[in-house]
């Protein structure tokens, strides 16, 4: 069928029918903005409406003929893929692809589809490992496989744990003494809900490299997030509290899938929602290099408090009560640097 033939309707802003109006219409309207590729259209004579994606993929004008397609050099824009909520998204090309995966903003499962196909084809399907003609899940079981034993996973946990240290150091007296504010606060309700969401995101101006004062805490725009904060607490510990009763394993991996959405719900003005699910993304394929920072960071701190409580058992007590909330803090924001700053910025 012609593309100049007035077949097609499509359902405006307003839920009403409009047309009839060929494909070459149809296409001129998404190149203005007048309607979105998630437009519901339907053709004479159909009975269900589909989306406009399913029905104008993208044109193939400047593709070249399929041989030369196959050869095409991966930096050609010739690719789509399927976004979170289900948009076509594009036109970008294999690198820019492979970059996506890296980054863990798409998924080998997500769809993709080039200029000129008509159906849509999972990633893992068109981008195997460079090098390789094998399809990348395998290759991707076997990285993670052998991961500790390239010290692929030590590159992303020694990273972090140097830069716990890093933070810690230059902030101690700022953070420590914002904590001391903190648990002030806790005899006055209103006050304290705004410190304690003010808490929850100080790694976000350490990760940042900034100098806080202490009384930043105070500052009034946190109290204005006390409803998406509650909600996004109250989802965490529920499913985290849940996980745990399941043999505990599941409760931890969702802690440390979870642990920056407190910061995103903020620094990023999302909702509760999309905090946790953000959240899950950025830690996707990092939760083993930050459970072991975790775990390296409980091993120097108990070396130190055990030479401390050999000089004195109340000089070992006094050293947790002030390195504690610092280096936990400290932590997170080591983590939210390599994972969201420096993410952004290689992008």
């Known amino acids: 069928m012609n593309e100049s033939d007035k077949t097609y309707y499509y359902a405006s802003a307003g839920g009403q029918a409009t047309g009839p109006v060929s494909k070459q219409e149809l296409r001129k309207l998404l190149e203005q903005h007048i309607i979105h590729e998630s437009a519901n ?37 010739a690719y789509y893929y399927a976004s979170a909520d289900g948009q076509a998204t ?10 996506l995966l890296k980054q863990h903003i798409i998924h080998e499962s997500a769809n993709v589809i080039r200029k000129g196909d008509a159906q849509w084809r999972r990633l893992s399907d068109i981008l195997p490992p460079q090098g390789s003609p094998y399809s990348l899940a395998p290759f991707k079981q076997k990285q993670k496989f052998h991961a ?67 009384t930043c805490i105070f500052a009034r725009r946190y109290r ?14 529920f499913g985290i509290v849940t996980g745990s009763c399941l043999f505990i394993i599941p409760g931890v991996v969702l802690a440390y899938s979870w642990m920056l959405a407190p910061i995103l719900l903020i620094d990023k003005g999302v909702n509760p929602t999309e905090a946790l699910t953000l959240s899950n993304k950025y ?38 009560i002030l390195l504690a909330p610092v280096m936990g803090i400290s932590l997170i924001a080591a983590m939210y640097k390599r994972l969201v700053l420096l993410q952004a910025k290689e992008a």
Do not use: C
């Open 41 to 77: 259209v339907i053709r004479k004579g159909d009975a269900q409406w589909s989306r406009l994606s399913d029905i104008l993929p993208p044109q193939a004008a400047d593709q070249p003929a399929p041989s030369v397609a196959e050869n095409m050099n991966e930096s050609g824009r």
């Open 224 to 237: 204005q997030f006390f409803g998406e904060f509650f909600i996004m607490a109250s989802l965490m510990i």
């Open 283 to 320: 830690t996707y394929g990092n939760k083993f290099s930050f459970f072991l920072a975790s775990i390296a960071l409980l091993i120097s701190f108990a070396v130190l408090l055990g030479l401390m409580s050999l000089i004195s058992p109340d000089l070992g007590m006094i050293i947790s």
């Open 148 to 214: 500790l034993a390239k010290g692929e996973v030590g590159k992303g946990f020694l990273p972090i744990l140097l830069d716990t240290y890093a933070i810690a150091f230059k902030n101690f007296l700022s953070v420590f003494l914002a904590v001391i504010l903190w648990a002030l606060t806790i005899w006055i309700p209103y006050i304290h809900i705004g410190t304690t969401i003010a808490i929850a995101n100080l790694p976000v101006d350490l990760a940042k490299g900034k100098i806080i004062s202490p």
């Open 90 to 99: 594009g036109p970008v090309s294999k690198q820019e692809l492979r970059k």
